[in-house]
């Protein structure tokens, strides 16, 4: 009997002993991705729901599923609209009417403009945003998106950089190697591509043609918030002579970026102006090659600039698990997280120190550092409602197109759009 006893008195030991190198070994390997003060979540609090556009990516959904379990928290995802007007109407349903399930929600320039002054998201800390995270997104771009009032209320985690795209084949039947003169630029758009076929194609519905419209005042050297400058007014006038010439189609003002990106993969256009996040839509398509529709350089007879934008995660103010938010913004703008999130969906990261040199692997990472390390970067400009200053600018722009209105007539509207300041 005493044999017995020793023997089971031994075994207990032992699986005493397992149980508890298990639970240090799984702290430890919680704790390689937490701060301090994250240890001290209660189970209650290790649960985190996130309102995203992405709630239904695959790729995203894998990040997320790791991410929880280097956490060690439980995250939900929930789902925004893909469209922009009722995304927007959905968050500021939600933050206005203080509810307290939603704790991370995924915001772009056009929210963030609109919801951080408003005093609907939470601060962001030293704690959360230090300095030298801080100092990796595109200087610019951060004070004037994610900062207000001397305080940061979001976090970029995803860039989108608007780039340059052409078809070669349109190079090839236009006789030019590229498009970075102006002469071999003009040559292009003044060549004959047959029947509904265009050598600039662009979306110019009244919620896009925004994004045209801004890049095409950079290239020109223009200033979006000065339309006395007689750049910024040569730039729409370049714009409305593409349509009058036929080297662009009228009734794009119709289309939004899901068209123009199908009308350009079915080869109806020869160049456009789209964000870089396009790139795996180009890919998956099969049309994406050397041979076909890709990257190429902005064009240098103007200035080198081009538009960015980014995703951030914002804190629900009212949200009750403010230490998991945090404690994810750090993870996602950290080297390890920004890094593993950037090849998890296959997306530029926003911190320009991890996209210049982090082990990156998504397409064509070179093309995406030469924008970075070439072009310089200009946030977006919006007014104290983006979306309504947004159609506004888009519904002035269309009349102007269609020869309802002058230049004069436009450049006064236009003048009065952005002259609403943020204060």
């Known amino acids: 009997m ?14 005493v002993s397992c149980f508890v190198v298990f639970r240090v070994f799984r702290q430890h390997r919680q704790g390689e991705y937490r701060t301090e003060d994250d240890s001290g979540m209660t189970e209650a609090e290790q649960i985190l729901t996130i309102l995203t556009p992405d709630a239904s990516v695959d790729e995203f959904q894998g990040f997320i599923e790791e991410t ?36 991370l929600i995924a915001i ?80 292009f758009l003044e060549t004959d591509y047959g029947e509904n076929r265009y050598a600039y194609g662009s979306a110019w519905e009244q919620s896009y043609a925004y994004n ?7 290239m020109f050297g223009g200033d979006y918030l000065d339309w006395d400058n007689g750049n910024s007014r040569a730039a729409v006038q370049y714009l409305k002579n593409l349509v009058e010439n036929g080297q662009t189609p009228e009734d794009q003002v119709l ?13 109806r256009y020869g160049c456009i102006y789209l964000y870089s996040g396009a790139m795996n839509i180009f890919l998956n398509s ?32 009212s949200s009750s698990h403010k230490d998991a938010a945090k404690a994810f913004i ?22 320009l120190d991890i996209l210049r040199h982090g082990g990156l692997d998504i397409p064509d990472i070179e093309v995406v550092r030469s924008y970075v390390n070439t ?28 020869g309802d209105i002058t230049m004069d007539s436009f450049c006064a509207g236009a003048q009065d759009i952005v002259d609403e300041r943020k204060s």
């Not at 005493?2 to 699986?15: D, S, V």
């Not at 045209?212 to 950079?218: C, I, K």
């Not at 289309?255 to 080869?267: L, N, P, S, T, V």
């Open 2 to 15: 005493r044999g017995k006893t020793g023997l089971a008195f031994a075994i207990a030991i032992a699986l």
């Open 68 to 103: 929880g379990k280097r956490l060690g928290m439980k995250i939900r995802l929930e789902a925004t609209s893909q469209d922009a007007e009722s995304r927007e109407a959905q968050v500021s349903n939600l933050l206005t009417s203080g509810n307290q399930d939603v704790d």
């Open 108 to 187: 772009n320039d056009e929210m963030a403009s609109e919801f951080i002054p408003k005093g609907y998201l939470e601060p962001l800390g030293e704690d959360v945003l230090p300095e030298d995270i801080r100092s990796s997104f595109p200087e610019e771009y951060f004070q004037k998106v994610c900062m207000y009032d001397g305080k940061v209320y979001s976090a970029p985690y995803m860039l989108d950089i608007m780039m340059f795209w052409i078809n070669q084949k349109f190079l090839e039947e236009a006789g030019v190697s590229d498009l970075n003169t102006e002469d071999r630029f003009d040559h």
């Open 212 to 218: 045209d419209l801004f890049q095409t005042v950079n």
């Open 255 to 267: 289309d939004q970026y899901e068209q123009m990106e199908q009308k350009f993969i079915d080869g």
């Open 286 to 317: 099969g049309a994406y090659s050397d041979e076909g529709i890709h990257v190429s350089s902005i064009p240098e007879f103007y200035e080198k600039k081009t538009t960015i934008a980014t995703w951030q995660f914002a804190i629900n103010r």
């Open 330 to 351: 750090r993870y996602i703008t950290g080297d390890d997280g920004a890094e593993y999130y950037s090849n998890c969906v296959q997306r530029a990261p926003a911190r």
């Open 375 to 402: 072009c310089e970067l200009l946030p977006r400009y919006f007014t104290d409602s983006p979306m309504s200053g947004i159609k506004s600018m888009g519904t002035l722009f269309q009349k102007y197109i269609a």
